[in-house]
């Protein structure tokens, strides 16, 4: 299995609590962009690829133009042949229903959209530029365009968000029918305009909306198979699958990392000097690193316990000690030769995987 995933680093605006590596989309830029991105591709012609996601940034902020462009890059590098799926990210100021036409075309089988709230204060205070009405408006028409397989993605511990809200959130959301949603907690990361203000997460409230959450929506037949997503029909990204299963997996673009041939390895992480660095054929990695068989155990415990589906326990030799303090304490389960996280530990997961290392 072997992924591709291809990094487009263009918002309009950038949210006040994202870390991403982005910029403010001009056209000059973007094009100049694509015709890095394509000599990057070239590196790796031919290989066979099983999935594709294209995130961001905001891929839907290109213009037709390019993301023809795209598509032709991604179509003439590789062997898209026994593609499984092929997802592309999408906020709804940046999606129209010409650019929807297109990617249907173009055989994208899946679109992650960003909602994150269903109040419009409250996407004002993430610096999100959609309100919930234009949310709708541009899901309705994926919908009618023909996109069956649509991802919602939504935030909680925003400020000022109550578990009232919250729940009042999720039931809205499910009018929607989308197959696939994600839940993602609000994090201050530094460098971002909420970690200047101070923002500081209610953590304990966090906790009881992702309980709410996984009760309410295991009860409207959503799977929880992995930490923050929940699937109906089986409608599970099989892209993010390959992820937590450490399979491998090719990144294309400024700060992308890639998983390939037993090497890790990141690109630059500023726009333009990846730009510069290509077009000139100077080196772009600026961090690789041989996974031997023993980070490849701890890798794969980190990863793939995320999953509900867990992890063998056969890679769980070295760190034997740690596995059984969890299982005592009831974070951990062992079942048919697989250890799995129990629903009292999935919030705190992040903790708990951390004593792996």
Known sequence: MLGLYVHIPFCTKKCFYCDFVSVPYVEELADNYLKALEIEAQKYKDATIDTIYIGGGTPSTLSIPQQKKLAEIINANFNVSFCKELTVEMNPESTTKEKLKLLFDA??????????????QSLTVLGRLHNYEKFKQVYCSARETGFENINIDLMYGIPNQTLSSWKKTLKEVLKLESQHISLYPLTVEPNTPFYKKKVEPNTELQAEMYDFACSFL?????????ISNWAKEKKYSLHNKLYWRNKSYIGLGTSASSYYKRYRYK??????????NILNGKNIVIEKEYIND???????????????????IKYFEDSKDVLNKYVADGMLVIENNRVCFTQKALFVSNSILSDFI
Request: charge should be negative; avoid cysteine.
């Open 107 to 120: 055989r994208v089988t899946r679109l992650s959209l960003g909602l994150q709230s269903i109040y419009d």
């Open 218 to 226: 295991k009860e409207n037949g959503f799977e929880h198979y992995e």
């Open 267 to 276: 690109n630059n992480t500023n726009v333009i000097k990846y730009i510069e």
């Open 294 to 312: 023993e980070l490849y155990k701890k890798e794969k415990i980190m990863l793939g316990l995320r999953l509900a589906e867990g992890v063998d």
